[in-house]
């Protein structure tokens, strides 16, 4: 027995035969999802399409990989973290990396000038993730967006409502959605001076705004970036500005900026954006925030950013111009009127706004308010399991089972001969099965089944005529 | 204007400037799918997932990529047909070729014994398929597979309830599902005097009946697989034997077949699933068929395979030995009970039976039907379109959507300031929206909506109050 001993330590250790030790995981910065924490998203999900559906949205699907040049310069500096297929002989293939590129890609493939759509797929990039928060390599977007040629901010502002709608919905704790305009950051950025082509790297610094202080911002423009402390100082201005419509009207009148077109019609189109979200109900959680600055490239107008407020959960960063604890993005997006024009031969444009939820994140933060919760999460639906008090009665629990898959009712028989009726009760205390049909030799006779209430340990018999009636009513009332 | 349409050409045929053409497609083999796609995809999976939830099933998910290593080994001559990632300085990485695998290494990974789940994800393989038949690089698993030790054949015939419920649910035509065994398969080999290191590859050979004659799968195990003659006559025999429980019972008294351990055993496991498979009231379509032979190497048992037997669908093989023409293998399983075992440091065993769904065929098939069909098929679910009858209502129609989307109702506002009616009407009928809610002065001064119904052109009046039950009432009949 030593030895046995001593061979499964060895055994355990990778022996001395060379052989390499298989490694039991999954690929960096991934993860499986278990059945609780596909219940959870399964909940998520459910309440996300449900509000793209109300809103009349369409949806299609891409495959996971593009041609590599479908995604070549869409991403700035982003694009080192794109995932690319082995040469195999063949084409260059990339993984995607959002989901708005393929969208855009669609669109000019299929000659689309107006959809409504969402799409709910993963996407991949090879950052170095905190998982912790939620963060990973492959995670689920779900974006929805509006293509076509429509008046101004209508179809902005109603991506705004879903925003508000489903963020409400999940009860994820209070949140704010930050808007600003690409053209009010790029008219700002002439107004206080900066070069036409640092344009570009300062508003990537602006970005950082909600990880790091306006001096290390600063000193990051000024050291780094080699902008004038004056422009710098005049940035530091306006980036601290908050409020609604009344600081898009007050900013029309601001001696700088009113002197710049684009930040003008950003600022109109601000203004007639609030008068819509007033219309919508949404106004209680928007902030126009000229501090937010959104990485991606192709962004061309209004964009914004959702943020959880509540410090329920382990706060990402401490957002110092603030005044609560930021547990970071959860939904972002923005206009992007030229990514079609870009796959399009003729650069014909289509007008695209959209908005992505970050739903890993959303499903960390359910997971954790399941766990803290008493109710247990059930990762089956099964409402009876048809079971036997006596040795010899597999073939009556497989032809009961029948009759009850038939009628539509979910059930389960245990995969035993002559499984015993405590553990087939255990079975169902542990997943959360309401109701046993219990077979014996008496019920048999009589032509009945027992029907027990695991809760309350409540029994009744009933005919197999009124069975399935019964366990239907039982199992709706629930 | 000829030099426009000249310079227009130029632009098509990519100019003079050397700029490398863009190419506008998916990459080989895959495919977008379109809104009237998506809408019958999500049928046919409600389908699905209600079968797999009303047996019980929990459901997993696991990344699209594995480590390389994790698939090596597993499936023998098609490794080959794997997708590798590019080595950017990391772990290697393979896209998964099935859900099988995985599977299996989630449950070593978590030290899972007993499981029943489904599991609907994308595959991947670098296949040259035929796509106007439904095969794709990129396509469609649907798993469900029962892993733990229980008495024999009871997980496994339950397999086949849920591929005669789906296949049945589906309306896809008739179809047959055909068994056989792996311990038979290796025992008729040994029986008809195949060597032991040919029994793999003559299995291989065998697993060509359905698309080939028995003429050249003859010719291809004497000249090719350097078989004797003798034995593969031997084996024609054999292969061209179908039936049921008879057909097991039968060949268990075979003078050559019953001296072996391992046909018997699979012969006597034959003989006990039909005895269930009555119960389960789903003998009319399974027949046990010696022929059927599954390529993959993890098969320890009992093998299955559904294949279409109407030539609704332009006829992908015609198997001579058969008296319907078979428009192709639409799912297939089977036990793999060493599987598990091969990720486990200890080797421990889990036992596994499972079937694999191959839904892309039967979307193709979906999609045809749908084609041929009268009835549109609709890509949202838009219940009521808000449209106003004059100008300057924008407004008014913000507000009334809002309150319906509150509501819970689902339902579109055109994204233009003062859209004619005829284009809101044209949009409804275009997209099948049963209702409109019509908003003009009028209606404004009365406090009412005008509730059209698309279909008869049916207009009543109602007070806001009354309109949401309305709409509720009208859209729920439907």
Redesign the interface.
Known sequence: EEVAKLL?LK??LGGDDGK?Q???????G??????KQ?AI??KVFNTVVACF???????????????K?TLTGKYGEDSKLI??????G??L?S?RYDLTVPFA??L???KITN?K?YHIA?V?R?DNPSMTRGRYR?FYQCDFD?A?Q??AM??DA?CL?IVH?ILSELELGDFRIKVNDRRILDGMFAACGVPDDKFRTICSTVDKLDKMSWEDVKNEMVNEKGLSEQAADLIGEFVSMQGGRDLAERLLQNPRLSQNKLACSGLSDVKLLFS?LE???VTDKVVFDLSLARGLDYYTGLIYEAVLTQAGLSGDTLNGAEDSVSVGSVAGGGRYDGLVGM?D??GRKVPCVGVSFGIERIFTIMEQKAESSADKVR????QVLVASAQKNL??ER??LV?DL?KA??????M???NPKLLSQLQHCEESGIPLVAILGEQELKDGVVKLRVVATREEVDFSRADLIREIRRRTSEA
Chains 1, 2 share one sequence.
């Open positions: 499964e055994a355990k390499h298989f490694v039991l995981k999954t690929a960096k991934t993860r499986d999802y278990n059945p596909m998203r399964e559906k109300r809103h009349g949205a369409e949806t299609i699907d891409t495959p996971v990989f593009e041609l040049e995932y690319d297929l082995k040469d195999q063949g084409e293939l993984l890609r669609y000019a493939m299929n959809i759509r993963k991949y090879r492959e509006i076509g429509y008046d209508i179809p109603e409502k709608e819509y219309l919508f109900q796959f031969p003729k990762t089956t639906e099964v597999l073939e497989l032809k029948t898959w539509g009712i979910k059930a389960e028989v995969y035993k001969k």
